[in-house]
């Protein structure tokens, strides 16, 4: 299945770990983003070492 390309990744990735730092769970940033697919989120967990 098809992923984020590299541009819209590393934005991704900033967003999550910007606000996982804010004190958010994964789920509920997740939440927020309804057009991610479950490659998108997957491949979102392993560039900030979430398994």
């Given at each position: 299945?098809?992923?984020?390309?590299?541009?819209?990744?590393?934005?991704?990735?900033?967003?999550?770990?910007?606000?996982?730092?804010?004190?958010?769970?994964?789920?509920?940033?997740?939440a927020?983003?309804?057009?991610?697919?479950?490659?998108?989120?997957?491949?979102?967990?392993?560039?900030?070492?979430?398994?």
């Amino acid at each position: 299945m098809k992923t984020l390309n590299t541009l819209k990744m590393k934005i991704m990735v900033r967003a999550f770990r910007i606000r996982i730092e804010n004190g958010e769970k994964i789920e509920d940033i997740a939440a927020d983003y309804p057009a991610l697919t479950t490659d998108d989120l997957e491949a979102i967990k392993e560039a900030l070492n979430i398994n």
